[in-house]
């Protein structure tokens, strides 16, 4: 079992940086690959960033490639989105999620959620 819990959203002008950051609870943290989703409202779901249990592989939706970047911490059983040159189009709901297994880019694939953190960016 994996319990996440996500930080660091808030509201921002575009153009500007935020830090989410991912809070996981469990021994076997570090065999969990990690991924980034988001929800706008009335919006699907959709794959943000991901990263492999070591933190040697990463992937990023060609939407935020150039902005976002995905990284991990086992030793903290920690992961984190460095977000800059933020767009009004990335307010939504950011989840994080973990697979214990290969990294994949389907929500469907992960069993475990965290319970969403707010990030608006104003024009």
């Known amino acids: 079992q994996v319990q996440l819990v996500e930080s660091g959203g808030g509201l921002v002008q575009a153009g500007g940086s935020l830090r989410l950051s991912c809070a996981a609870s469990g021994r076997t943290f570090s065999s969990y690959a990690m991924c980034w989703f988001r929800q706008a409202p009335g919006k699907a779901r959709e794959f943000v960033a991901g990263i492999s249990w070591s933190g040697g592989t990463t992937d990023n939706a060609d939407s935020v490639k150039g902005r976002f970047t995905i990284s991990r911490d086992n030793g903290k059983n920690m992961v984190y989105l460095q977000m800059s040159s933020l767009k009004p189009e990335d307010t939504a709901v950011y989840y994080c999620?973990?697979?214990?297994?290969?990294?994949?880019?389907?929500?469907?694939?992960?069993?475990?959620w965290g319970q969403g953190t707010q990030v608006t960016v104003s024009t």
């Open positions: 999620s973990a697979r214990d297994g290969v990294f994949a880019r389907r929500g469907d694939d992960y069993a475990y």
